[in-house]
């Protein structure tokens, strides 16, 4: 009887294994597929190998080519990518040399440095970071580069350049222009030896400064304060305002700065200052001429009297601009108007 039941448990936790990984490999994940410069993404089931894995992404295999991980191997639910290394048999020519070279997943700068040829002063006709083709074939020119210094991102260097323009030239040495930044010649220029090429990072900001604004001052006159003299009526006080500017920042630091808008937060008291215009009356007694002696036997000649101010009275403006006239009294019963 126990033999049975040990049996029968037995069964069962096969029977649960089995379901587990079946409801294991039944899980769906996301897979990149890496051919080249071509990704292809794809949905794959866990637990299923990586060649079921490249037919649904409709991607054959030649009989030399791999694969990372192996064709065989199973898709585990971490696995993210699967690389396939094409297998290509090239030849690299150097001059009058030539080597046959076979390579899986490799690349033509791979090619060149397994080939041996000492190719120091020499570049091939394609591009080092291309991916080998099966049957290519690689050829080792005399480099007709040209030194050029390039300064970026506060970095000078000096770079060897076989690119024909500023703009390939900036391409080559992947350098990415944003919106405003500027580079010191001109991108259809072509690329000479010993040129000098700047590309200045340039970002622009919008700033917002408060600022004073000055008072004024106004002159006013009075005829209660005597004239030459001078009071401060009303204090001046400094207003403020803000003010906006555009700031252009080249490679992180400020270029200059243009005001594009300003308001007024605080309006300035105006200064006023007083004048005194006031004129004290003036007066004088006119001295007694002495008489001639009684005793002269010749009547007296009458002496002229001397003219001179006995009062003013003053006439003010009334529009309170501080101007007038004054008019003067004299001895003799005249009288005169003087401005002010």
């Known amino acids: 009887m126990k033999k049975l039941i040990t049996a029968a448990l037995a069964v069962l936790v096969a029977l649960s294994m089995a379901i587990s990984l079946a409801a294991c490999s039944g899980k769906a994940i996301k ?37 990372e991980p192996a064709k065989d191997a199973k898709i585990a639910e971490d696995t993210k990518e699967i690389t396939v290394k094409r297998y290509a048999k090239v030849t690299v020519v150097l001059g009058e040399e030539k080597r046959e070279i076979e390579l899986t997943g490799g690349k033509v700068s791979d090619a060149i440095a397994k080939s041996g040829l000492k190719t120091d002063g ?7 970071d291309k991916y080998l083709e099966d049957g290519m074939t690689i050829t080792m020119k005399k480099s ?20 024909a323009t500023v703009k390939d030239f900036l391409s080559e040495q992947k350098i990415k ?24 990072r340039v970002e622009y900001k919008t700033e917002e400064k408060t600022e004073k604004v000055e008072f004024e001052t106004e002159d006013k006159y009075s005829d209660t304060l ?5 009071e401060v009526t009303q204090e001046g006080k400094d207003g403020e305002k803000t003010v906006t500017y555009k ?17 007024v937060t605080k309006e300035p008291v105006k200064e006023i200052i007083t004048h005194g ?15 001639q ?48």
């Not at 794959?44 to 037919?55: R, Y």
């Not at 020499?122 to 080092?128: F, Q, S």
């Not at 500027?182 to 010993?194: C, H, L, N, P, R």
């Not at 005597?226 to 001078?230: D, H, I, P, W």
């Open 293 to 340: 002696s009684q005793q002269s036997q010749q009547p007296a000649e009458p002496q002229p009297t001397e003219k001179y101010e006995t009062g003013r009275d003053n006439y003010p403006d009334c529009d309170g601009s501080g101007h007038g006239y004054y008019e003067i009294h004299y001895s003799d019963g005249t009288s005169s108007i003087l401005e002010y």
């Open 177 to 200: 222009l944003g919106e405003n930044d500027e580079v010191s010649e001109k991108q259809e220029a072509s690329i000479k030896d010993g040129m000098k090429i700047v590309v200045k």
């Open 226 to 230: 005597e004239e030459g003299k001078e």
């Open 122 to 128: 020499y570049e091939p006709d394609v591009d080092k």
């Open 31 to 67: 897979v990149t597929v890496n051919d080249k410069e071509t990704k292809t993404e794809i949905e794959v089931n866990v637990g299923s190998t990586v060649e079921d894995a490249l037919k649904k992404a409709e991607i054959k295999l030649g009989e030399k080519d791999e694969t």
């Open 277 to 291: 215009t006031k004129v004290e009356q003036q007066s004088s007694q006119q001295e007694q001429q002495p008489q």
């Open 247 to 263: 700031v252009k920042y080249v490679d992180g630091k400020e270029d200059s700065r243009e005001k594009t808008a300003e308001k």
């Open 144 to 163: 007709s580069k040209i030194k050029v210094t390039l300064t970026v991102d506060g970095k000078t260097t000096e770079v060897t350049t076989s690119a």
